[in-house]
């Protein structure tokens, strides 16, 4: 018997901490890094959450920080299943201007499932002309990653231009704990499967993003140079299948 539930209720996005919040990292020096742009323009039509917002945020130091712009948590950590699997669903659409064509990470609308107990996370990102699949174990500020003989911190993109550029796509991510396996869908068709997952994943937060992936420099950070990014998001269908 499958589980379903929708998060979503995009209409109380201004009462943050009730089912969505403002995501970021708490810093070594007790303030807490928010994903907030603020200029941000946020609207909620037709039970769709709209998100234009001018890059401006940015940070010299440490390559997560830098990375997302503006980006929303699920208030709830949604239970991974001892057995069968849960697979996290839903629209998204992606424009941007003043982003470099036919480069991705220059700018763009994800979707993230992330395992704060892990440092895993599993992502769709979507821009202009192209998308990408993400398979990574993270050091996310504050949270303990487990050791591991093998390769303990790594981030595997796999791009690809075959969607629907600038309109709605679907996006489905599944994740099968007893099996270590992953699978990510795009419009009903399977993409790409990870097998042998080397870690155990947990709970997973839903994040809602605007984001770059731009390599810092010796000199700092060089993700923002005028760009606007403008993401829309359907409510996220979860599905347990046990």
Request: proline fraction near 5%; hydrophobic fraction near 35%.
């Amino acid at each position: 018997m499958d589980k379903q539930r929708i998060i979503g209720d995009f209409h109380t996005i201004l009462n943050e901490g009730q089912v969505w919040k403002i995501g970021g990292f708490p810093l070594p020096d007790g303030s807490f890094w928010e994903y907030r742009e603020p200029d941000a323009v946020v609207i909620v039509r037709n039970g769709l959450l709209y998100v234009r917002a001018p890059l401006s945020r940015k940070h010299d130091h440490v390559q997560i920080l830098d990375n997302a712009k503006h980006m929303y948590y699920s208030v709830e950590e949604i239970e991974v299943p001892e057995n069968g699997e849960i697979s996290f669903e839903l629209d998204m659409r992606a424009r941007t201007q003043n982003t470099v064509p036919g480069d991705l990470y220059d700018g763009y609308v994800s979707l993230n499932l992330l395992d704060f107990t892990t440092g895993a996370a599993l992502d769709f990102f979507a821009g202009n002309d192209k998308y990408a699949s993400v398979y990574a174990v993270l050091p996310f500020p504050g949270v303990e990653v487990p050791p591991s003989d093998k390769t303990r911190f790594f981030c595997v993109f796999k791009e690809d231009t075959d969607f629907k550029a600038r309109e709605f796509n679907n996006y489905k991510i599944t994740y099968n704990r007893g099996e270590d396996e992953v699978i990510f869908y795009l419009n009903g068709n399977e993409i790409r499967r990870e097998k042998g997952v080397p870690i155990k994943f947990n709970k997973f937060t839903i994040a809602l993003g605007i984001m770059t992936e731009k390599d810092l420099t010796p000199e700092g950070s060089v993700s923002v140079h005028g760009q606007t990014v403008i993401a829309e998001y359907s409510p996220v269908k979860v599905t347990i299948k046990e």
